[in-house]
């Protein structure tokens, strides 16, 4: 199985600050027919089911806001929130789907400071 | 709209056997397909598994594999994860969702709004 690991497990930031979330995976899927990464970020709020926010590594969903954006290739991939909002206090996930089992990593808890 | 819908939260023994539902709304159901995810109490996402259900083909999660069973009717547009013997581990909030795309290899866009599973003697 393809292991997700992020960092950190939580953080808090300031309002108006930046945020980076890191998610490695154990197994580098670059090499597929795609040039694309099978890699999404979901975020889920309190009492809520999970939000898909970014696919392909760094595609944002639609509706998404622009503060949201993503990077990475390889194994290494990166969520970041230019400016932080209060309603972006939530847990993130990344995801895998390259492969079943489709992992997600262990969640990313973010609190405001 | 587009959404899953799922059966509402259970309280079960351990012992006892349990059938929750995800019906699809908006779409050609057999068009996309469906996964199981669990979260346990103040956990994090795991993935179960996912069936087509066009024809019924299921993958699993090696960790949960014998323990639930994830079925479809296409009829009525459908999805169940079924348990023939509840533990009390078996305690958790479960999800189904649905890939954005008809590829296996997608993301999950489309999330029912979670079955809260209870099981206590």
Redesign the interface.
């Known amino acids: 199985?393809i292991v997700m690991t992020q960092s950190p497990d939580s953080l808090a930031v300031s309002l108006g600050e930046r945020v980076t979330i890191n998610c490695k995976s154990s197994q580098n899927f670059l090499y597929t027919s795609s040039i694309e990464d099978?890699l999404?970020w979901?975020q889920?709020k309190s009492g809520q089911?999970?939000?898909?926010l970014i696919?392909?590594a760094s595609t944002r969903?639609s509706g998404v806001p622009d503060r949201f954006s993503a990077s990475g290739s390889g194994t290494d991939f990166t969520l970041t929130i230019s400016s932080l909002q209060a309603e972006d206090v939530a847990?993130y996930?990344c995801?895998q789907?390259?492969?079943?089992?489709?992992?997600?990593?262990?969640?990313t808890r973010l609190e405001i400071k | 709209e587009v959404q899953l819908v799922q059966s509402g939260a259970e309280v079960k023994k351990p012992g006892e056997s349990l059938t929750i539902s995800c019906e699809g709304f908006g779409y050609s159901f057999t068009d996309y397909y469906i996964d199981w995810v669990r979260q346990m109490p103040g956990k994090g996402l795991e993935w179960i598994g996912v069936i087509s259900p066009r024809d019924s083909h299921t993958r699993y999660s090696p960790s949960i594999q014998g323990r639930v069973t994830i079925s479809v009717d296409k009829s009525i547009n459908t999805a169940y994860l079924q348990w023939t013997s509840l533990r009390a581990s078996d305690t958790a909030m479960f999800y189904c969702a649905r890939h954005r795309s008809g590829n296996l290899s997608d993301a999950f866009n489309i999330w029912g709004q979670g079955t809260l599973v209870t099981v206590s003697s």
Do not use: N, R
């Not at chain 1, 089911?49 to 898909?52: F, R, S």
């Not at chain 1, 789907?97 to 969640?107: D, E, L, Q």
């Open positions: 199985d099978d999404a979901y889920q089911p999970p939000k898909l696919s392909w969903e847990v996930y995801q789907y390259y492969g079943a089992p489709f992992t997600f990593g262990h969640g």
